[in-house]
């Protein structure tokens, strides 16, 4: 069962412009939210993370909005840089700290 | 770098074989964790040690088991192997069993079932 979704896998996005990915959760219970970047054999690294008290976080380019009457949460990134061509990955965890993943979403961003 | 070490990179086996795949954790990093990210799939949180005690369970198939050490690097053990066991194995470690920003995941393990 996918309590965490990410609907849109892949996006391509142009240099400079706005990039937005989107995700939805339905365990009520999740209370800290996080984004996780992956290059090509690495592992994931978190990017940005933002608690169920707030509903924005930021932190230079990238911003995480929280919306938890929706159970929605997105994360923009401007301006978008080719070095955020990546595969980013939406998770959240409730009080057992344990991580629940969505597939992931594969960003390119054209020259 | 993340400081996370896990060995093999790759592997190739067939079913019905056992395989274990190593992790060692970042230098202080008391808690570790599997995950598996099979195709198409996020990762799938299997289980959590914390200073060598088991701390949390997800979904791990029974023919999976985990244990860390004294020396707190941990081993997955995987046995009777199936095509479908065929994934990305990756461990994380942390400084303490909490705060989930900062876990730090290696490189991962790409195990294939032929």
């Known amino acids: 069962d996918q309590q965490v979704k990410q609907n849109s896998p892949s996006l391509s996005v142009q240099e400079g412009r706005i990039s937005i990915l989107n995700c939805d959760y339905t365990?009520?219970?999740?209370?800290?939210f996080l984004w996780y970047k992956k290059y090509p054999a690495e592992g994931p690294t978190f990017l940005i993370s933002?608690?169920?008290?707030?509903d924005k976080n930021e932190d230079g380019r990238f911003t995480v909005f929280l919306n938890k009457s929706a159970k929605h949460l997105s994360l923009h990134i401007v301006p978008s840089q080719p070095g955020d061509s990546a595969v980013y990955f939406c998770?959240?965890?409730?009080?057992?700290?344990?991580?629940?993943f969505g597939a992931g979403t594969t960003v390119t961003v054209r020259a | 770098d993340s400081g996370v070490t896990q060995t093999p990179k790759h592997l190739i086996t067939a079913t019905g074989q056992r395989v274990t795949l190593r992790c060692s954790p970042r230098?202080?990093?008391?808690?570790v964790y599997w995950y598996q990210q099979s195709l198409d799939q996020g990762l799938q949180f299997l289980i959590q040690?914390?200073?060598?005690?088991?701390?949390a369970k997800g979904n791990i198939l029974e023919r999976f088991s985990a244990q860390q050490f004294p020396d707190l690097h941990s081993e997955l053990n995987l046995s009777s192997l199936e095509l479908g066991d065929s994934a990305l194995y990756f461990c994380?470690?942390?400084?303490?069993?909490?705060?989930?920003?900062?876990?730090?995941f290696g490189e991962g393990s790409w195990l294939t079932v032929v």
């Open positions: 994380a470690s942390s400084p303490i069993a909490a705060a989930p920003d900062t876990i730090y």
């Open positions: 365990n009520s219970m999740f209370d800290y």
């Open positions: 933002i608690s169920s008290i707030k």
């Open positions: 998770a959240a965890s409730g009080s057992d700290y344990k991580l629940s």
């Open positions: 230098s202080g990093d008391l808690s």
């Open positions: 040690y914390y200073n060598g005690e088991e701390r």
